[in-house]
């Protein structure tokens, strides 16, 4: 009986020992590409969410009041209006590229193994995308702003 439970202390202890030591490893963020996808995933779901739902609610105002729609229609001409405008598009465009490479990782067979190569293609993709729409998105701002032909 003693060795029995001696074993099972000791099984136990290196069990444990091994799994503090693997939980320790693995569940701490270290950092990894694959981790800041998650988050950033979820952020930008979020931030295009609360924008479809002040859209709505914007768009309603319409049918409550048209001038109030028309004073706030005027608030999203401001350079800083623009500014949020071009974030949403970088947001949007983010969330729709990493959507599609979380869908070949659960659904290619393959997918797990080029995830993270996959995520550096879409990073690659998200800027070459964003650059010239901020360019052309901000132009108008910047010509106000500064002046310009």
């Not at 939980?23 to 701490?28: I, L």
């Not at 405008?85 to 990493?98: I, K, M, Q, R, T």
């Not at 190569?117 to 729409?133: D, E, R």
């Given at each position: ?139 108008r701002t910047v ?7």
């Amino acid at each position: 009986m003693s060795t029995t439970a001696s074993t099972a202390t000791e099984s136990g202890a290196g069990a444990s020992d091994r799994a503090g030591a693997s939980r320790r490893q693995g569940t701490f963020y270290r950092g990894d590409p694959g981790m800041w996808s998650w988050v950033l995933h979820r952020i930008t779901g979020v931030l295009t969410f609360f924008f479809l739902f002040v859209h709505v609610l914007d768009t309603a105002l319409v049918r409550v009041s048209p001038n109030t729609y028309d004073q706030v229609i005027e608030t999203y001409k401001t350079p800083v209006v623009n500014l949020l405008e071009v974030g949403l598009v970088g947001a949007v465009l983010f969330h729709a590229l990493n959507g599609l490479r979380v869908l070949l990782v659960d659904f290619w067979a393959k997918g797990p193994k080029y995830q993270k190569t996959m995520l550096w293609v879409i990073g690659v993709v998200w800027v070459v995308v964003m650059v010239p729409g901020a360019f052309f998105m901000l132009k108008r701002t910047v010509e106000t702003l500064f002046g310009g032909a």
